[in-house]
């Protein structure tokens, strides 16, 4: 599978927007770009996920490179609720995958009142 | 709605014990199911991965098994733990395609004495 890098913490104030970036200069065309985050003592849930074109639901958006070797996950407003760790997630179409998920270490995010 | 159910919430067993841990996903019918284990600090690194009844795949060479004796259940389990068996264990449940999202439970932390 194909390897992403995500620097190990960030910090954020509350109700500002934050930006959590994720490389991965070795996605091929047929990987999807997945978004999880865990809260402490949780198990991760699901953020987002796209191909090429941005997107965006009611948690978050998503921001894909041109060049899709970057995307950047975006909180528009961060609430305390919203301190956890931030995993991205490459998902190939091709093989045996069976939805398969290859966790990193992820981005720390904390956020300050 | 679909949901997942693991329990127990928190275990403590001394080494050599037997294990067994349960799982189980309602609202849903043949969904891929997952067992991932978080040691301390650490990210999710996927243990089994069972696509059917009685279909089990194992990703890492390791003292515990899984099984799944109903469409809707996933066990895992060991005849005699290590403390390198302590850590926070997660069911997870999918459709198991390129998009679909994993659906994860509240997590079993287990610590070995």
């Known amino acids: 599978d194909a390897k992403t890098t995500q620097p190990n913490s960030m910090e954020s104030n509350e109700e500002e927007p934050v930006h959590l970036p994720c490389n991965h200069s070795t996605i091929s065309g047929t990987d999807y770009i997945h978004w999880y985050r865990q809260l402490p003592s949780q198990g991760p849930e699901y953020v987002i996920h796209?191909?090429?074109s941005n997107v965006n639901n009611r948690m978050a958006s998503l921001a894909i490179a041109e060049d899709r070797k970057s995307s950047t996950l975006i909180l528009h407003r961060a609430t305390l609720r919203d301190a956890a760790v931030y995993y991205c997630?490459?998902?190939?179409?091709?093989?045996?995958?069976?939805?398969?998920?290859?966790f990193g270490q992820g981005t720390i995010l904390t956020v300050h009142p | 709605s679909q949901t997942i159910h693991q329990w127990p919430a928190t275990l403590v067993q001394p080494v050599g014990s037997p294990l067994s841990l349960e799982c189980t996903v309602e609202g849903t019918s043949n969904p891929n199911l997952y067992w991932y284990r978080q040691a301390a600090g650490r990210g999710l690194q996927l243990l089994f991965y069972s696509v059917g009844i009685g279909q089990i795949s194992s990703e890492v060479p390791q003292n515990l098994s899984a099984s799944r004796p109903q469409d809707r259940q996933f066990i895992l389990s060991s005849k005699k733990l290590l403390l390198s068996d302590s850590g926070f264990y997660l069911c997870?449940?999918?459709?198991?395609?390129?998009?679909?999202?994993?659906?994860f439970g509240d997590g079993t932390r287990l610590s070995i004495l």
């Open positions: 997630i490459l998902k190939n179409a091709g093989g045996t995958s069976y939805g398969k998920l290859t």
């Open positions: 997870a449940w999918g459709e198991g395609g390129i998009v679909q999202p994993q659906h």
């Open positions: 796209g191909l090429t």
